[in-house]
């Protein structure tokens, strides 16, 4: 985060019934996995309101969350019935210093709390994301991938992205998924698991067949040619590459009374328009700020 992120005025916040009203024309377009993520959803006045719009909507395979995990341990139970069935918690140290530094003053402890809770609470598939800095978190890797020995908590691990609010990024911080995987490998053997088309994590299991690790690598090794994904800001905009700072406006055929063809031809129009990927994006922008910083927008 920025020290002075900039907040939206309520007014430019989508309402529940709209989100719920887009949410039921992408499944009509063919999806059938959805997430809430960020910025941080657990900071959305009655979330749970939201979830039980979003979990109503048939047709609906997999829903699921992503959180800092902060509000998480009050919250879970509440979330779970209201129909989410995934929760990933995002965790980037198992050192509580260093995750309250990475976080900007963090409390550890809740978080851990919140993994717990979800645990508890029967949230399937329940995972942990951890961002790989070099410098930062690097000696970390094995300590975190044990977190999925058991194989209750998938763990993936990815490559530092160049969407932070302060802009500290550069490639000379980006630990390689072979990297990644390597380090794992000294101590434990890993066996790769196929990709699923669409997928954004390389996964691979424990050789002795207990739990999962997966490694996400957007700048060294991009899967942007079979990327499906689609996103919806909280102000209403479509988009659909993270590493392309273009978004379409929604929100004013939401608030006009666009009939849902209308809404469905723009949406339609805004996937065909998406950036090329992101090697060509990166060459293309040479300065950072032209790159949309991920707590505006999630994963």
């Known amino acids: 985060m920025p020290t002075h992120p900039v907040w939206l005025p309520h007014s430019e916040i989508l309402t529940f019934e709209e989100i719920r009203h887009v949410a039921s024309l992408f499944v009509h377009m063919g999806v059938e996995n959805m997430r809430l993520s960020g910025g941080e959803p657990l900071m959305r006045r009655d979330i749970e309101q939201l979830v039980r719009l979003l979990a109503g909507i048939p047709g609906v395979r997999q829903f699921s969350m992503t959180t800092n995990g902060f509000l998480l341990a009050e919250k879970a139970a509440a979330l779970k019935r209201a129909g989410l069935k995934g929760v990933t918690v995002s965790l980037h140290s198992l050192k509580p210093e260093r995750f309250s530094e990475i976080t900007g003053g963090g409390p550890y402890e809740k978080v851990i709390e919140g993994i717990k809770a979800a645990r508890a609470n029967g949230f399937k598939p329940l995972k942990i994301n951890a961002v790989i800095i070099r410098g930062c978190n690097d000696d970390e890797i094995a300590d975190l991938a044990s977190l999925a020995k058991e194989g209750d908590v998938a763990v993936r691990f990815i490559e530092y992205m160049p969407f932070d609010g302060q802009r500290h990024w550069g ?24 990709r699923p088309a669409g997928s954004t994590a390389q996964l691979y299991r424990f050789e002795d067949g207990n739990g999962e690790i997966g490694v996400i690598t957007s700048i060294t090794q991009p899967f942007c040619s079979d990327c499906d994904r689609i996103r919806l800001s909280a102000d209403g905009k479509i988009v659909p590459c993270l590493f392309d700072k273009t978004g379409f406006d929604l929100r004013p055929l939401l608030r006009t009374g666009a ?12 996937v065909l328009q998406k950036a090329p990927g992101v090697e060509t994006l990166l060459k293309k922008y040479q300065q950072l700020e032209h790159i949309r910083p991920m707590h505006t927008i999630g994963g």
């Open 171 to 194: 490639m000379e911080r980006v630990v390689s998924g072979k990297e990644i995987v390597d380090k794992i490998q000294e101590r434990y053997e890993l066996v790769p698991a196929p």
């Open 259 to 270: 009939s849902d063809e209308r809404i469905l031809t723009f949406m339609r129009n805004a």
